[in-house]
Antibody
Framework: EVQLVQSGGGLVEPGRSLRLSCTTSGFTFGDYAMSWLRQAPGKGLECIGIIRGRAYGETTENAASVKGSFTISRDDSKSTVYLEMNSLKTEDTAVYYC???????????????WGQGTPVTVSS | SYVLTQPPSVSVAPGQAASIACGGNNIATKNVHWYRQRPGRAPMLVVYDDNARPSGIPERFSGSNSGNTATLTISRVEAGDEADYYCQVWDISSNHVVFGGGTKLTVL
């Protein structure tokens, strides 16, 4: 059974940093790209970045809204993907989801498994 | 950038079929994926590549894609189908993941 279990998150002041983790099981982690998405309160879904699997050199891409502030990384030995969030702003307040990219694709075509979600609140 | 348009809400009686539309320019040229999000829960993929179902998703869920509209159809709607539904595509021209704004399905 594929499982994605998230940890981290919580309340943080503007300008501070936070790291989210997503530990997976039930599949060969290194074969898949992983993405982080977020959902602001009462809003829709936004894909904020992707990290590809070893076949594609574990390259990353971030959305323009978080480029330069957020970093995605992975540790295949721990089957875990991370989201490092720096210089947080109030508009980064959202529930953050880690997801597996479907089909082992290079591009984030779709997201076939989701973590439970982690709320992040940026407020003074 | 590419835009997907969904109706904000759809209502249906139990046992009837519900259709949720997702409009986009020449959307038939793209693969459309659908997610269900129950209140307070993470989204779940229910249809991918226009009309394929992940394992564990009932046959009641089906998708179609033609012209400028993709459609998610849920036959024999149950109370447990009440949720927000989102369509999504990968727009290769802009290198962006695009989601529709979501449709709230209410089971009367």
């Amino acid at each position: 059974e594929v499982q994605l279990v998230q940890s981290g998150g919580g309340l943080v002041e503007p300008g501070r940093s936070l790291r989210l983790s997503c530990t997976t099981s039930g599949f060969t982690f290194g074969d898949y790209a992983m993405s982080w998405l977020r959902q602001a309160p009462g809003k829709g879904l936004e894909c904020i970045g992707i990290i590809r699997g070893r076949a594609y050199g574990e390259t990353t891409e971030n959305a323009a809204s978080v480029k330069g502030s957020f970093t995605i990384s992975r540790d295949d030995s721990k089957s875990t993907v991370y989201l490092e969030m720096n210089s947080l702003k109030t508009e980064d307040t959202a529930v953050y989801y880690c997801t597996r990219v479907g089909g082992g694709s290079y591009y984030p075509l779709y997201f076939d498994y989701w973590g439970q979600g982690t709320p992040v609140t940026v407020s003074s | 950038s590419y835009v997907l348009t969904q109706p904000p809400s759809v209502s249906v009686a139990p046992g009837q079929a519900a259709s949720i539309a997702c409009g986009g320019n020449n959307i038939a040229t793209k693969n459309v994926h659908w997610y269900r999000q129950r209140p307070g829960r993470a989204p779940m993929l229910v249809v991918y590549d226009d009309n394929a179902r992940p394992s564990g998703i009932p046959e009641r869920f089906s998708g179609s894609n033609s012209g400028n509209t993709a459609t998610l159809t849920i036959s024999r709607v149950e109370a447990g189908d009440e949720a927000d539904y989102y369509c999504q595509v990968w727009d290769i021209s802009s290198n962006h993941v695009v989601f529709g704004g979501g449709t709230k399905l209410t089971v009367l």
